[in-house]
């Protein structure tokens, strides 16, 4: 079974950064990748950026420029670096996992992030 723990969210300024950070832990057998998605009400989940395999990086293009994702291999940790946040950037970012077997995905409970002006 696998776990993921997120944290970092919470209220900023726009203009602001912060940073998410997810935890996995548990039995992690086959990878394709993992990675932050956002979600607004009644809007449609949104890939923000992931990491995969050997650790190619894909970032939305609304944060391609302001966004960082890495990995902590030491931690079992993903880490999202985000700066110059803008108001729309409010969602609730859920970290995932995605395997390579079944293309199964985990994901975390979520963490809030509003960025107020």
């Known amino acids: 079974q696998v776990q993921l723990v997120e944290s970092g969210g919470g209220l900023v300024q726009a203009g602001g950064s912060l940073k998410l950070s997810c935890a996995a832990s548990?039995?992690?057998?086959?990878?394709?990748?993992m990675g932050w998605y956002r979600q607004a009400p009644g809007k449609q989940r949104e890939l923000v950026a992931s990491?995969?395999?050997?650790?190619?990086?894909n970032y939305a293009d609304s944060v391609k420029d302001r966004a960082t994702i890495s990995r902590d291999y030491a931690k079992k940790t993903i880490l999202l670096q985000m700066n110059s946040l803008k108001p729309e950037d409010t969602a609730v970012y859920y970290c995932?996992?995605?395997?390579?077997?079944?293309?199964?995905?985990?994901w975390g409970q979520g963490t809030q992030v509003t960025v107020s002006t």
């Open positions: 990491i995969a395999n050997l650790g190619r990086t």
């Open positions: 548990g039995s992690i057998v086959s990878i394709r990748s």
């Open positions: 995932n996992l995605r395997t390579w077997v079944d293309e199964y995905d985990y």
